[in-house]
């Protein structure tokens, strides 16, 4: 569990409660692109993973899922349907995890086995820290991202985010364009990006006022 931060600076402590609530914002966006990814490995043309770069490898969890890993500038990106993460040795590793739905810092350069972590190796305390990692797989990520919009259909994406939201239980994110939009904003300045539940009523164009001026009635 993530846990809150006292400090004597209102400032401080906003800034805080600001920063857990993106990280939260970023921990639903990754649950839904969890189910993107699994929709990639079913393409009609292929997987997709593995046309991206990513090589398939099979774990020992008791999903029985696969594991897809790439390296991507010195560091380890792992996908997998209980976690994904960044994995380096220059750079804090990020680590998010689908059970609960966080966004932590992984103190080691080896992925970990899915559903089976060292608590001791998680960092859920350096906030600056996690949101450093965090944007170091968001930097794949969005990669990622541009090469599906560069070679799908441009309704692909609209579709999976459909899919998705049909299912009983799923918690859908925002819907795919507003959500690069927001992920991106999240990516080159995260101090200035609104909360998700902000973003589509701030992205709407407001209504432009009308006037009326010497309109006659003619019956």
Request: charged residues 25%; hydrophobic residues 30%.
């Amino acid at each position: 569990m993530i846990l809150f931060y006292k400090s004597s600076s209102t400032g401080k402590k906003m800034s805080s409660q600001n920063s857990l609530g993106l990280l939260k914002d970023l921990a639903n966006a990754l649950g839904q692109q969890l189910f993107f990814w699994g929709c990639a490995v079913v393409h009609s043309r292929g997987n997709l993973l593995c046309e991206f770069g990513l090589e398939r490898t099979k774990t020992e969890d008791a999903t029985g899922s696969s594991c897809y890993r790439t390296t991507y500038k010195n560091d380890i990106v792992e996908l997998h349907g209980l976690c994904v993460g960044r994995y380096s040795l220059q750079t804090p590793s990020f680590f998010y995890t689908r059970q609960y739905r966080r966004c932590w810092v992984y103190e080691d350069s080896t992925p970990p086995l899915p559903g089976n972590y060292d608590d001791s190796l998680i960092n859920k305390k350096s906030l600056s820290k996690i949101e450093a990692a965090s944007r170091s797989f968001l930097e794949w990520w969005l990669e990622y991202e541009s090469w599906i919009e560069s070679t799908t259909s441009p309704d692909y994406r609209k579709k999976c985010f459909q899919s998705f939201r049909s299912l009983p239980k799923s918690k859908h994110w925002l819907p795919p364009n507003e959500a690069l939009s927001w992920l991106r904003q999240y990516m080159d300045s995260p101090k200035s990006v609104p909360r998700a539940k902000n973003w589509k009523k701030l992205s709407m164009p407001k209504p432009k006022s009308r006037t009326f001026k010497n309109i006659r009635y003619t019956p």
